[in-house]
């Protein structure tokens, strides 16, 4: 198995814009988690999906960022309008639900907002 | 919400030299997982621990879960330059497989 998937591994973009964080998650794996991670914050939980379903979006900064998974292998982060403030690394991780297991993290994409 | 305590923030060691990080926590913890970060990449899970008093061991590294399930620490023997990342304990917050990660110890290592 090639593990997580994320792209783009970089992300530049000026302010305002839209920006679209994508994921593969390991196959068979139920449970997905996206992450942001800076210096000032640490590891922050986003949103989590369990079965494809978003189960606890509690960690989304605002209503700028939104995230789906249509499918098992599938997954996306947006942020539209992007802020400078919104500048981190993204990591998306999946596991086999009941939280047993450990985490599979992908690369992470570094987002700079400009 | 769930939370963890990890302390120290940083550690610089001279190689050869042991390193200890603990993670501690107010409520009973479940279960505690361990992951390393080496700088520019991202985390990688090491270990989960369980059962109370488990003592699990890799190679140079220790991990201890306390015997009430409210603390943990990781210990590495006879660091080495390899050893040199952030170390993370994680906790879960009910059945759903969510993850709460500690803020992480930097482990920098003095060739």
């Known amino acids: 198995d090639a593990g997580v998937i994320q792209s783009p591994r970089h992300e530049v973009t000026e302010m305002g814009q839209e920006v679209t964080l994508r994921c593969k998650p390991i196959s068979g794996h139920n449970s997905l988690f996206w992450y942001r991670q800076t210096m000032m914050r640490g590891l922050e939980l986003l949103i989590y999906f369990n079965n494809n379903v978003p189960i606890d979006d509690s960690g989304m900064p605002e209503d700028r960022f939104s995230a789906k998974m249509p499918n098992a292998s599938f997954s996306t982060l947006k942020i539209q309008p992007s802020e400078p403030r919104d500048s981190a690394v993204y990591f998306c991780?999946?596991?086999?639900?009941?939280?047993?297991?450990?985490?599979?993290f992908g690369s992470g994409t570094r987002l700079t907002v400009v | 919400g769930q939370q963890v305590m990890q302390i120290p923030q940083y550690q610089h060691v001279q190689e050869g030299e042991d390193f200890t990080t603990y993670c501690n926590s107010s409520t009973t913890l479940s279960n505690i997982q361990w992951y390393k970060q080496r700088p520019g990449g991202h985390p990688v899970f090491l270990i989960q621990l369980v059962k109370s008093g488990e003592v699990k061991k890799q190679k140079r590294l220790t991990f201890q879960f306390g015997e009430a399930k409210k603390n943990s620490s990781l210990h590495i023997t006879a660091t080495q330059t390899t050893d040199v990342g952030t170390y993370f304990c994680a906790v879960g917050s009910g059945n759903t497989g969510k993850l709460i990660f500690g803020q992480g110890t930097t482990l920098q290592v003095k060739p």
């Open positions: 991780a999946s596991s086999l639900i009941a939280g047993n297991y450990g985490y599979t």
